[in-house]
Every structure is written in structure tokens, then in C-alpha cells.
């Protein structure tokens, strides 16, 4: 069974860092695009960051530019975002995602669980 467990999330002060981290059981997603989106209270679900399959393109929603990076490790089964500069709007859960091998496009067929990230003002 292909999970993806998300950790990492807390509640910290506005303008400090959080890392989060997303690790794959199951199976390697070594060839797979995979994605960051959140979640606030009360909006709906929405796309943060992503990097393609081959790893050589990353995208980010204007928001977060400049202050969140999204990563893989070499061995490629474990997805990071670092989030720096935080602020009060990016409290939200949040949570990985990754496509089947070998697509940039299209839906996201795998997804943790979620965690929370709490920045207070």
C-alpha cells in the first residue's frame, strides 16, 4: 500500500522556519512529480509549490516565493519544503502529493494525510 506521511508541522512565531517533511512508504517516488498544496480554515485547498519528475523544475504560488523551497533528498524518497519568513496567512494544513511516474501534468494520484502549521502574529 503507497502512503505518504507528512511531518514537521508546529506552531511557531511570525517570521520563523518550519521544515516539513512528506516520506514515502510502499514504493519510491523517485520518478514523480510531487507537490506541496494547504489548506486554511474556512478557503479551499490550494497549490503551493511543486517540483517535476526529473527534478529540474520547481514552481511556487506567488506567495511563497522567495520564502519556501521545495526539495527531494538523493535518494529521492523523502519530499521537503522549507518555509522561512512565515507569516500568519500560511497557517493551514498542509499537505503532499505526488503523480504517477513520469508526468508533469494532470492529477495528483497519491496524498498524505496532512499537518499542521500554525504561525502566530
Known amino acids: 500500500q503507497v502512503q505518504l506521511v507528512e511531518s514537521g508541522g508546529g506552531l511557531v512565531q511570525a517570521g520563523g522556519s518550519l521544515r516539513l517533511s512528506c516520506a514515502a512508504s510502499g514504493r519510491t517516488f523517485r520518478n514523480n512529480a510531487m507537490g506541496w498544496f494547504r489548506q486554511a480554515p474556512g478557503k479551499e485547498r490550494e497549490f503551493v509549490a511543486n517540483?517535476?519528475?526529473?527534478?529540474?523544475?520547481?514552481y511556487y504560488v506567488d506567495s511563497v516565493k522567495g520564502r519556501f523551497t521545495i526539495s527531494k533528498d538523493n535518494a529521492e524518497t523523502t519530499l521537503y519544503l522549507q518555509m522561512n519568513s512565515l507569516k500568519p496567512e500560511d497557517t493551514a494544513v498542509y499537505y503532499c502529493a505526488a503523480k504517477k511516474a513520469y508526468v508533469d501534468y494532470g492529477a495528483y494520484d497519491y496524498w498524505g494525510q496532512g499537518a499542521q502549521v500554525t504561525v502566530s502574529s
Open positions: 517540483i517535476t519528475w526529473s527534478g529540474r523544475d520547481t
